[in-house]
C-alpha cells in the first residue's frame, strides 16, 4: 500500500491501516526522538504523541505529499517542544564543555556508538536535529528545510558546523578511526 | 593550491554526496599533505562517517511498539465512533425539536385547520409563536438536556469498546423515525434541524432558530457614558 492509500484508508477509519502506519514509520521516528532526547522513555511519550497527532490532524494532510517527511517534521516538533520544557527544569549537572577529559578511549564498538551519542548531546539541538535528520533519516537538504522552516543554506550551514563540532569533541577525546 | 575553508568545504560536499565544480581533487590531496589542521578536520569527517555505520539508531522495545499499534488503532476506531455518534445524536435532535414544535403547534390549536377552509394568516402565525416563545425553549431546552443525558450511555459504551473495559448496555437512543411530523412540516424540519444542530448552549440556539419569527431585532442603543460629551 502506498503513502497516498494508506492516508485514505486512515481518513476512511480503517484501523488496520492505522497500524500499518506505526509498523512502517515508528522506528524512524523513534530513532530520531531517542537522538534528540537522549532519554528512551521521553523518546517513547513523543513519539506516541507523534502518531496520535498524525492520526488526528491528517484529514488536514496532503495526500500527495510523501509521509515520512510529515511524520519526521511531527516529531522533531515535538522533541523541540519537549527540550525546551526540559529547558526550563533546574538545570542538571553536567561537565564544562572545555574540561580535560580524563576516562579512556573507548575500544569496542558499543563504546565507539555510545562516544557518538555522548558527542551528539553535546550539539545544540538545531545542530543535532538537521545531522540527525540528514545522516540517520537520508532526508535530502530540502525536506529538513521544510521540516525545520528554515532555507537550505541554513540547513548547509548548521549540518556543516554540527559535523566539525563533532570532530572537535571526539579529536579532544581521543578518538581515532578505528 | 585551495585554501582551508575550500578544502573543508569541499569534503563536506563529498559527504553531502555532491562535488565541487571546477575543483581539483589532487590539488585537496596536496593541501591535506601540508596542512595538519585540515588534516585533522578530514580524519574527524571520516571518523564520524565509521561511527555513524556502528551505531545505527536505536529501534523501540517490542512493547511499546506492541502499545503504540493498540493505541492507533484505538485512535481511529474513536475519531470513527465519535463523527458516526455526533451525526447521529444531530438527527436525534432535529428530529426530535421538530417534533416538539409540531406537537406544540397541532395541541394548542395554531395550526388545526378551522372549520371552514380559509387560508393561514401567516403574521397571526407568527405572533402567536412569538407569544409562546419561552414555553417552546423552556420545552427545547429540557428536550436537550434530556437527550445530552440519553447520548452519555452510548459514549461510555464507546469508550468500553476503546478502552477494553466491560459495561453493561445501555438504552438505545430513542429514533427520530418515531417522531410524528406533519405533512405541511417543511417549516417545522428546519426549525427543528437548527435547535438541533446547536447544542451549545441550545437556549442560545434555540433562540437563534426563532429569530425568523420574532422580527427584526431593534438594534441596542449605543452606552452612553456619562463622563463624556457634556
Known amino acids: 500500500m502506498d503513502d497516498r492509500a494508506l492516508v485514505d484508508a486512515i481518513r476512511s477509519g480503517d484501523p488496520a491501516a492505522a497500524r500499518a502506519l506505526v509498523e512502517r514509520f515508528d522506528a524512524v521516528v523513534f530513532g530520531l526522538c531517542v537522538r534528540m532526547l537522549r532519554h528512551r522513555q521521553d523518546a517513547e511519550d513523543v513519539t506516541q504523541e507523534t502518531f496520535l497527532r498524525a492520526l488526528r490532524g491528517i484529514r488536514g494532510f496532503d495526500g500527495d505529499r510523501p509521509l515520512r517527511p510529515w511524520l519526521l517534521g511531527i516529531a522533531a516538533n515535538r522533541c523541540r517542544t519537549s527540550l525546551s520544557r526540559r529547558g526550563r527544569r533546574p538545570a542538571t549537572i553536567e561537565a564544562p564543555e572545555e574540561a580535560v577529559d580524563h576516562r579512556p578511549a573507548p575500544s569496542s564498538g558499543d563504546d565507539l556508538a555510545a562516544e557518538l551519542q555522548s558527542a551528539l548531546e553535546r550539539l545544540r539541538p538545531d545542530y543535532r536535529l538537521v545531522f540527525t535528520l540528514f545522516h540517520e533519516q537520508a532526508m535530502p537538504y530540502e525536506e529538513i528545510a521544510q521540516v525545520l522552516g528554515r532555507p537550505v543554506g541554513t540547513v548547509k550551514t548548521w549540518l556543516h558546523r554540527a559535523r566539525g563540532e563533532l570532530a572537535e569533541h571526539l579529536a579532544r577525546r581521543g578518538i581515532r578511526c578505528p | 593550491m585551495p585554501n582551508c575553508r575550500t578544502v573543508r568545504n569541499a569534503w ?20 591535506l599533505v601540508e596542512c595538519s589542521g585540515c588534516r585533522e578536520y578530514v580524519e574527524g569527517m571520516r571518523l564520524i562517517e565509521q561511527l555513524l555505520a556502528i551505531a545505527p539508531p536505536e529501534s523501540p522495545r517490542p512493547l511499546f511498539h506492541a502499545q503504540l499499534l493498540e493505541l492507533a488503532e484505538s485512535a481511529v476506531r474513536e475519531k470513527r465512533g465519535s463523527i458516526n455518534g455526533g451525526t447521529r ?53 429540557a428536550a436537550g438536556i434530556e437527550f445530552v443525558q440519553e447520548a452519555s450511555s452510548p459514549a461510555a459504551r464507546l469508550g468500553a469498546v476503546v478502552f477494553g473495559s466491560e459495561q453493561p448496555a445501555g438504552p438505545e437512543l430513542p429514533s427520530a423515525v418515531h417522531v410524528p411530523l406533519p405533512d405541511s412540516g417543511g417549516m417545522i424540519e428546519s426549525v427543528g434541524r437548527r435547535v438541533g444542530g446547536g447544542m451549545k448552549p441550545l437556549a442560545g440556539s434555540a433562540r437563534k432558530a426563532f429569530d425568523f419569527l420574532l422580527g427584526p431585532v431593534e438594534p441596542e442603543a449605543e452606552p452612553t457614558h456619562p463622563g463624556r460629551g457634556a
Open chain 2, 12 to 31: 563536506n560536499d563529498r559527504l553531502d554526496g555532491a562535488s565541487r565544480p571546477g575543483l581539483d581533487l589532487s590539488t585537496v590531496e596536496a593541501h
Open chain 2, 89 to 141: 445524536l444531530a438527527m436525534q435532535l432535529s428530529g426530535v425539536a421538530a417534533g416538539l414544535v409540531a406537537a406544540l403547534l397541532l395541541t394548542r390549536g395554531v395550526l388545526m385547520p378551522p372549520p371552514d377552509p380559509v387560508p393561514v394568516d401567516e403574521s397571526v402565525v407568527a405572533a402567536e409563536l412569538s407569544a409562546r416563545l419561552p414555553e417552546v425553549l423552556e420545552l427545547a431546552s
